[in-house]
């Protein structure tokens, strides 16, 4: 039997095992009292880990626009010594025409027991260095954001494959059957909107959920999910009715994964009137624990996704805002301290809140945008993009917290040293996941594809 055999007849046993077990015995479960987490067969079966992971899940803190590195975690002082300049280093291709080295005025700390520099802009999360590994040597392939945006969430500039977060929900499957496996948490539309969550050529039921936080009322967030016609029971029966009728249809029949991934999907959303409403109701948090967080969409944002994560929620993407707020080719200098200052509370908040319920050993934190930013000027004082060399840091979930890994040039503008190119990022982010960015592949179109393509190197020495 070929992979792609092997794939469809995974499926389709996926599919009756789902049918049998959650169909005909879940509404009883629960009807009978039993929490649904533990009546739900897994309709999720995945092969699982290839070896014993670190992390469980993901948070990612995705900056839409890109920041700037030598604002945050990468001070380079020689912009002060060829301030204006524009020397040899300092004349890469980026998006558009720059001009002369333009310095950053914050101030850098050295924080933490470990000593590592952090932007005066950072207060609060410079208290939790100690925790972080700031990696200063990402690259990517493409400096416009369409690109580089299906780069970091996909692993390609390609618009046709799977992201991120369906990959590792396709390998590990779900914890939780009444809730999403993969979120996405974002109060707009970034660049390039859905296709940065979707699942491609994967089963459509890998693709994240969008949910727009921009109002945080459950119902709002989670629009049509309540039936308010039927009861739990009657749901059930009409759903029990369905899956005998599908399992029917698909008796005869090959190529079902779009049938099963739509009776899921209903299952899913039938699940989730449970739990969902609960999930995303802030409410349900303290006074004490709101006030941590602060105010805005970012720092609800990371409410929720401490929230999901702890429900078992494989992965959570957090977008800042809408569109791409880190954009900055103009009036930089003014808008970055109140970008900052929107992450500073609710990051170290999240940190704190998930070491506190220890959750942060298996729960990998990635912070970064697409790209990072010019250390040269452009309209004044803005920046333009820089895929040549950035910053993007991680915590928790098996990585080494106080250091830094990699170096940029004397400009913050190239990669030089310890270079992580976006595959490796990936290939990385798998492995301490418990996954081998070798072996996690689909069959498609006659041949395997995989997150990272041909590409790839885990970046062991960040590992605790």
Not at 19 to 29: N, R
Not at 135 to 159: E, F, R, V, Y
Request: overall charge neutral; aromatic content about 8%; glycine content about 10%.
């Amino acid at each position: 039997m070929n992979t792609q055999q092997q794939n469809k007849s995974v499926e389709r046993r996926r599919f009756l095992k789902h049918i049998s077990g959650v169909t005909g015995g879940l509404g009883a479960a629960h009807l009978m009292g039993m929490p649904l987490e533990l009546a739900a067969s897994d309709s999720f079966a995945a092969p699982g880990a290839h070896f014993l992971p670190k992390a469980k899940r993901v948070i990612h803190l995705f900056m839409n626009g890109g920041p700037y590195q030598s604002d945050l975690f990468d001070p380079k002082p020689a912009l002060e010594k060829y301030a204006g300049t524009r020397p040899e280093g300092a004349d890469l291709l980026t998006e558009r025409p720059t001009g002369g080295l333009l310095p950053s005025p914050f101030k850098f700390n050295k924080c933490g027991e470990s000593g590592v520099p952090v932007s005066e802009l950072l207060p609060k999360l410079s208290n939790h260095i100690d925790k972080i590994c700031v990696l200063k040597s990402l690259h990517a392939d493409n400096p416009n954001h369409g690109p580089a945006l299906l780069q970091m969430n996909n692993g390609t500039i390609i618009p046709t494959r799977p992201s991120m977060g369906a990959w590792m929900l396709y390998g590990l499957g779900s914890e939780n059957n009444n809730l999403p496996g993969y979120v996405v948490l974002c109060p707009g539309r970034p660049v390039r909107f859905s296709i940065l969550w979707n699942s491609a050529f994967l089963p459509s039921k890998y693709q994240g959920t969008y949910v727009n936080h921009s109002t945080i009322e459950p119902d709002k967030m989670l629009p049509n999910l309540k039936n308010t016609n039927w009861d739990h029971s009657i749901q059930r029966e009409q759903l029990d009715l369905l899956g005998q009728l599908n399992a029917d249809h698909l008796a005869s029949r090959k190529n079902t994964s779009d049938l099963n991934a739509r009776t899921e999907a209903m299952e899913t959303a039938y699940r989730m009137q449970f739990e969902a409403n609960i999930t995303f109701d802030l409410n349900r948090e303290s006074k004490a624990s709101r006030e941590a967080y602060g105010s805005g969409h970012f720092a609800n944002g990371c409410l929720l996704a401490r929230r999901m994560v702890e429900r078992g929620v494989r992965f959570v993407q957090v977008y800042y805002g809408n569109g791409q707020p880190w954009d900055t080719h103009s009036g930089h200098n003014e808008k970055v301290p109140k970008l900052c200052k929107d992450i500073d509370q609710p990051i170290a908040a999240l940190l704190n809140d998930l070491e506190q319920r220890g959750l942060l050993d298996d729960t990998l934190v990635v912070w970064g945008g697409e790209f990072g930013r010019t250390p040269t000027s452009e309209n004044g004082n803005g920046r333009d993009h820089n895929h040549h060399g950035f910053t993007m840091w991680m915590a928790g979930g098996g990585v080494k917290g106080g250091m830094t890994y990699g170096e940029t040039d004397d400009f913050g503008f190239k990669a030089v040293t310890d270079k992580v190119h976006v595959h490796d990022l990936h290939a990385t982010i798998l492995h301490l996941l418990g996954l081998d960015h070798e072996r996690l592949t689909y069959r498609h179109a006659g041949r395997d594809f995989r997150l990272t393509d041909v590409h790839g190197r885990v970046v062991h020495e960040i590992m605790s």
